[in-house]
């Protein structure tokens, strides 16, 4: 089971993780939840309602991580526009959709972060040196997400463009500063590709 998930009986799916891969899933997923911020009901406690109305931005964030983790609903990559007409729709068209989702799906992105720490939280509490962490059907589901996110975060710094052509980082020299990175990235990659495996049926 070691390095990979595996289906557990009645759904759900386990992992055994030693402390060091613990420490580090739980560092990029608090790294995340920083980068992603708080909500409006965070940022505005007093108010219930703050979140409920609250509408979101209708520009692209500037952070080039935020943008791959928020991207525009219309246009981008292979859907270049063929006139500044279409150009210009596309771009109201992404903003209208983006001020009315990007708040949920920040939160979302919040809620499967904060699931990954806490459940290593709780297993880092019954043993120092890790263990077998055990998720539920849910919970595989949360983790899936953010494990996406966070290779989708480290994919953006390593510049990677296509999630298909990741040869050239097989081949980075062992003093290239990138290379802790692109290690994270690739073993990040091997669980969340067991993890799919699990959750299908």
Do not use: C
């Not at 991207?71 to 983006?98: I, K, L, T, V």
């Not at 998720?135 to 983790?143: A, C, I, P, V």
């Amino acid at each position: 089971m070691s390095g990979h998930f595996e289906s557990l009986p009645g759904g759900g799916a386990a992992v055994a993780l030693d402390d060091v891969e613990i420490s580090i899933i739980r560092s990029l997923a608090v790294q995340l939840l920083e980068l992603i911020g708080p909500g409006p009901a965070e940022s505005a406690p007093d108010d219930p309602l703050a979140e409920l109305f609250a509408e979101g931005p209708s520009e692209p964030p500037s952070d080039p991580v935020l943008r791959r983790l928020f991207p525009d609903a219309y246009g981008g990559p292979g859907g270049d526009p063929d006139s500044p007409e279409e150009a210009e729709e596309q771009r109201a068209h992404s903003a209208e959709f983006r001020r009315f989702t990007e708040n949920d799906l920040r939160a979302r992105k919040r809620d499967n972060a904060l699931a990954v720490i806490r459940s290593l939280d709780a297993l880092t509490s019954a043993s120092e040196e890790g263990g077998v962490l055990k998720l539920s059907q849910e919970e595989s589901g949360q983790w899936l997400g953010a494990l996406n996110d966070l290779r989708l975060a480290i994919g953006s710094r390593l510049e990677v463009v296509d999630e298909d052509d990741t040869d050239h980082l097989y081949r980075l020299p062992d003093e290239d500063p990138r290379k802790p990175m692109v290690m994270a990235y690739l073993w990040l990659g091997g669980l969340q590709e067991t993890l799919v495996t699990t959750l299908m049926p």
